[in-house]
């Protein structure tokens, strides 16, 4: 079973510190927290792009990793749609009709949109099964369809470590754990629903169901949607 | 040395006349020696190594066709220790400072803030560069001259938007030109002993030998 374990890590910057602690298992992982609280850093952290100050990182019978950068520019190798899809060792007649983007193979990735461009960029990191994914504010620059998209097939996971680094809070997928940041430090809220009473950063609509005492059974909008119902 | 003023003149001064010939690199390379951080600025400066190694592949090349590749090597390398240090001491807004102490408020403004814009692009992009690195590590590309091309285009195209994007901020904000500014220095202890070092080492690097000493 892959298993990701941060063993009393420190990242220590000028004036601003982050310690995390825990052990992430199989299934799909929320992280919220303010901005500027290191989100991005603990993201690199996690998968080994940056090291630690102290402490370790443990990946167990982890093989393949991905990590999904806000900006998808970043892992930009190809000079047209096609080439970019291919570079992931991807067929690009699969892939572009799934984003909207088949009248567009022969155009360069960096002529597409924001959106277009992170709809790419998500297809082509989903369509593998990565034993260990951790994406960086994956629904920003979406629309409301294509976030419910993306929700629908994060949720849809089996097996491996999703890990979600994000503000977003309307459209999420169905989690199995929540962790925010608080103060500097990575805090395990626990499993929806039971979870979903520590969780600092909730959505507002999130909270008043809670208020009301109709604790959602998870954070999906289907799931929202059957709390808000309840009578 | 804390004032930017006196910084930046002492490394104008001292890289004019490393560049010039090679008593003053020697000279230059010892004021760097004994008045700067000196190894530690190229444990810490990531683009130190990179810089000479470039400088390095020009200097072969003018040494093979005929020209003073070492001698140019040399001279180079001393300029971009002293830019370096430069570097090293400065702080946000020191070039804004130094601008509108030097030009006024209108073209010293303008100067101070493009420098300042420059040196946080610099720093942008180093950050840029080892995402983009990782990005590709991850997705299997190796190392090499085939995947330098894909980060030169990725390095370019964000380095256009963000210049766009801070063009639009500026003309949002109603920015025409120039701005009012208090300049504000602070100095540290040895600044005047090292620029006055660093104007000797100029002066002796310029000057013939022989205008100082009766040779035989």
């Not at chain 1, 103060?183 to 039971?194: A, D, I, Q, T």
């Not at chain 2, 500014?181 to 660093?198: E, K, L, N, P």
Request: charged share 20%.
């Amino acid at each position: 079973m892959t298993r990701l374990v941060l063993d009393e890590v420190v990242a220590i910057r000028e004036g601003w510190r982050l310690a995390a602690q825990g052990t992430f298992d199989e299934g799909v992982h929320l992280i919220s927290g303010d901005v500027g609280s290191g989100k991005s850093t603990l993201a690199l952290l996690m998968a080994g792009l940056l090291p630690a100050t102290s402490g370790s990182v443990k990946w167990e019978q982890c093989s393949s990793q991905m990590v999904s950068f806000q900006f998808p520019e970043c892992h930009i190798t190809g000079t047209t749609v096609r080439e970019e899809c291919e570079s992931w060792g991807l067929d690009p007649s699969t892939i572009l009709p799934s984003t909207g983007l088949s009248g567009k193979g022969d155009a360069d990735p960096f002529c597409l949109s924001r959106g277009e461009l992170k709809r790419l960029h998500l297809a082509c990191v989903l369509a593998r099964p990565y034993d260990l994914l951790i994406l960086d504010e994956p629904f920003s620059s979406l629309d409301a369809r294509e976030k419910l998209r993306t929700c629908n097939i994060l949720s849809g996971r089996s097996r491996g470590i999703t890990i979600l680094f994000t503000h977003e809070q309307a459209i999420l997928p169905h989690v199995g754990h929540i962790w925010e940041i608080r103060k500097g430090r990575l805090e395990y809220c626990g499993s929806p629903p039971e979870g979903l009473r520590n969780w600092q950063h909730a959505p507002p609509l999130i909270r008043k169901l809670i208020a009301e005492g109709k604790t959602p059974q998870n954070i999906s909008p289907d799931a929202l949607k059957e709390a808000a119902c309840r009578t | 040395m804390q004032d930017v003023r006196l910084r930046t003149g002492a490394a104008t001064l001292l890289s004019l006349v490393a560049f010039y010939n090679i008593q003053g690199a020697v000279a230059a390379s010892i004021w760097w020696l004994i008045f700067t951080p000196n190894f530690h600025l190229i444990q810490k400066n990531r683009l130190i190594l990179p810089s000479v190694a470039m400088i390095g592949v020009f200097s072969v090349l003018l040494e093979v066709t005929g020209g003073e590749g070492i001698s140019y090597f040399f001279r180079m390398m001393v300029v971009i220790l002293i830019s370096a240090w430069l570097l090293s001491g400065q702080k946000k807004g020191d070039f804004l400072h130094l601008g509108c102490w030097l030009f006024g408020s209108r073209t010293g403004f303008e100067l101070g803030m493009l420098a300042e814009m420059a040196l946080q692009n610099l720093t942008t992009l180093v950050s840029d560069f080892d995402r983009i690195r990782a990005a590709e590590r991850m997705k299997g590309v190796r190392s090499g001259i085939r995947s330098i091309v894909p980060i030169g285009r990725v390095l370019v195209h964000s380095t256009i938007l963000r210049a766009e994007d801070t063009a639009e901020l500026l003309a949002i904000r109603g920015y025409v030109r120039g701005g009012t500014f208090v300049c504000a220095f602070t100095h540290g202890r040895g600044d005047y002993i090292a620029a006055f070092f660093a104007l000797c080492v100029s002066v002796i690097a310029i000057i013939p030998v022989s205008a100082f000493f009766i040779l035989s």
